[in-house]
């Protein structure tokens, strides 16, 4: 037991973060669904099956809420980005490790995969305040991928070029296949099928190695 708090604080704070947990689930999946301004807290309290009351008790606005579906996912996949660019991996191997990650991750959280992909063009944008929230966790990514290309180029492996743009190169290759990927779920998905993840490594290497 957690030292200085007693068994009931202890399931009580287990029950709120259970209850906070089953509403950013629920807002993940509508979201994803019906985009953010098409998205009401209803929909997602219903979802929950808990009161419209109660979504607000944990979260202030739909504002709030979109954002921290954001940086619950980020806070999960930035450590796992950052593992790989600390590796001792050879760039161009740490870039295929990267693609797989980030593909992976979509694939296994669809409903954020359609969210973040949603909010991709600028008449889907949330508001500005909760943009720049959530911003921070993809400037993050890409500084670490520029290291990637950095460490890449000192060594003679990778292309030259400024490492920010080519890391923003990266991620727009990635978040192409993604938005087409099937196993996202995407509404952009191509039909029966579309490209595997080894001509992804194949296009990924034709782009970025010396």
Same mark, same amino acid.
């Given at each position: ?5 007693? !068994?009931?604080?202890? !399931?009580?704070?287990?029950?709120? @973060? *259970? ?7 629920? +807002? @993940? ?20 099956? #808990? ?7 944990? #979260? ?9 579906? $954001?940086?619950?996912? %980020?806070? @999960?996949? *930035?450590?796992?980005?950052?593992? =790989? ?19 992976? $991750?979509?694939?296994?959280? !669809? ?5 973040? *992909? ?42 030259? %070029? ?14 192409? #296949? ?11 998905? =191509?039909? %029966?099928?579309?490209?595997?993840? @080894? ?7 034709? +782009? #970025?190695?010396?």
């Amino acid at each position: 037991m957690t030292a200085g708090i007693s !068994r009931r604080e202890l !399931r009580r704070q287990q029950h709120v @973060e *259970l209850n906070r947990s089953q509403l950013l689930d629920a +807002a @993940e999946e509508v979201f994803g669904a019906k985009g953010f301004h098409d998205t009401t807290l209803k929909e997602v309290a219903d979802l929950a099956e #808990f009161s419209v009351g109660s979504v607000y008790s944990f #979260f202030p606005s739909k504002d709030e809420l979109f954002l921290q579906v $954001f940086l619950r996912r %980020g806070a @999960e996949l *930035l450590p796992a980005i950052e593992a =790989v660019v600390d590796s001792d991996d050879a760039p161009l191997d740490q870039l295929r490790r990267l693609v797989d990650l980030e593909v992976g $991750f979509f694939r296994e959280h !669809r409903h954020f995969a359609r969210m973040y *992909l949603r909010s991709a063009p600028s008449s889907s944008l949330p508001p500005m305040p909760v943009y720049e929230g959530f911003r921070a966790n993809f400037e993050r990514a890409m500084a670490l991928q520029a290291r990637v290309f950095a460490r890449g180029q000192e060594r003679g492996d990778l292309r030259d %070029g400024d490492p920010y743009v080519l890391a923003r190169m990266l991620s727009g290759i990635v978040s192409t #296949f993604q938005l087409l990927d099937p196993a996202t779920g995407s509404d952009d998905a =191509v039909p %029966g099928g579309g490209m595997d993840i @080894e001509q992804l490594h194949d296009i990924v290497t034709g +782009a #970025f190695a010396r």
